[in-house]
């Protein structure tokens, strides 16, 4: 039986009564394109661009205490998406419980990696491997700041099973479990925060079979130098008698900000090894003919602020798969506007 959360609209008009509102809206957007060169192996001359997509932000405060916020994107040839459509209150000081549509809460790039937040361009391969680019949640979070620890934790529809851990973003519910999760932060110093990620829930629509994923992450700051990086690994439970599928993947990142330029570099490594899903996956009674990938890649790239609300960058990108007969190069260009 499918089941949803009930609309932010619902919470939002509970708690803005008539005369007591005093509503603030802020208005953000932004817009990237991307031009490639490859991935089929260098020197090519062939360049070709791609990844238009933009967003606005609707966000600010109904009345005191209730604050919300809308992110529609567009892109060519598609319908209007959804990052984030959610209504929240605030509990007491550092303590705040949104309904809705969010961005989950699991290790920290999944929460910033819009096209103005990040210095590269792709995403860590990690991404996409272990669970969806731009993982969202429909369901409930609750945030808190309490000292040096900063935590947040939801439970909401959870991810479905599909043909790989990158594909089972879903909106709807396609069983009676509700998925949990969330990431604990502790500021050591003031440069340097470590955290740790959980996600469980039953991804079948029989709601047998778990997906279970476990997550750190660890980041240091100077005035102008980042190193920042994280770990996943997903398992999901199979009918017998296939053995357990998993993802498991981690990346670095290192960047040096000086002036105007920040060059960065980033390694990444993942894998993804199951015996029942990919290619041909149709449900429990259609197996797929398994996954099995190992991959690396290095990323070096530059971003170059162009004015207070532009970003310019260049990435090179060379990676391998195992049991590949070589490496495979990619240049990537973008080009990011925010407001």
Same mark, same amino acid.
């Given at each position: ?81 959804? /990052? ?13 419980? $949104? ?8 290790? $920290? ?15 860590? +391969? ?14 409930? $979070?609750?945030?808190? /700041? ?19 851990? &990158? ?5 709807? +519910? ?7 999760? &969330? ?28 997906? /279970? ?19 996943? $690994? ?54 797929? /003919? ?50």
């Amino acid at each position: 039986m499918k089941k949803s959360f009930v609309p932010a609209l619902l919470l939002i008009a509970a708690y803005a009564a008539p005369g007591t509102a005093q509503t603030a809206v802020n208005v953000n957007g932004y817009f990237s394109f991307d031009a490639i060169r490859g991935p089929a192996g260098l020197p090519s001359t062939a360049w070709s661009v791609t990844n238009l997509w933009g967003g606005l932000i609707f966000s600010g405060s109904l009345s005191t205490g209730v604050t919300f916020a809308l992110e529609p994107t567009f892109a060519p040839g598609e319908s209007v998406g959804l /990052t984030q459509a959610w209504a929240g209150i605030t509990v007491s000081q550092g303590i705040g419980i $949104k309904a809705g549509l969010f961005l989950v809460p699991f290790g $920290k790039y999944n929460t910033a990696r819009r096209p103005y937040e990040t210095t590269l361009i792709s995403d860590p +391969d990690p991404i996409g491997t272990a669970y969806p680019v731009n993982w969202r949640e429909l369901g409930l $979070k609750a945030e808190a /700041t309490l000292g040096n620890f900063n935590a947040a934790l939801f439970a909401g529809n959870g991810l479905a099973e599909a043909a790989d851990f &990158g594909s089972g973003q879903q909106f709807s +519910d396609n069983n009676r479990n509700k998925a949990w999760g &969330g990431r604990l932060g502790v500021a050591l110093s003031t440069s340097l925060e470590v955290g740790g990620s959980l996600y469980r829930g039953k991804a079948d629509a029989a709601n047998e079979r778990a997906i /279970t994923m476990v997550g750190a992450d660890a980041s240091w700051a100077s005035e102008s130098i980042r190193a920042s990086g994280e770990y996943v $690994k997903a398992t999901i439970e199979n009918p017998g008698p296939f053995d357990k599928g998993t993802a498991e993947g981690w990346f670095g990142l290192l960047e040096i900000r000086r002036g105007q330029w920040t060059p960065a570099a980033s390694y990444q490594h993942s894998r993804a090894d199951d015996p029942f899903h990919g290619p041909g996956f149709a449900g429990a009674d259609v197996p797929g /003919t398994g996954i099995s990938r190992n991959g690396t890649r290095w990323a070096f790239g530059v971003a170059y602020s162009l004015a207070t609300n532009v970003l310019l960058k260049l990435e090179y990108d060379r990676g391998r798969e195992q049991g590949a007969d070589g490496w495979t190069s990619t240049i990537r260009a973008q080009a990011a506007l925010h407001f």
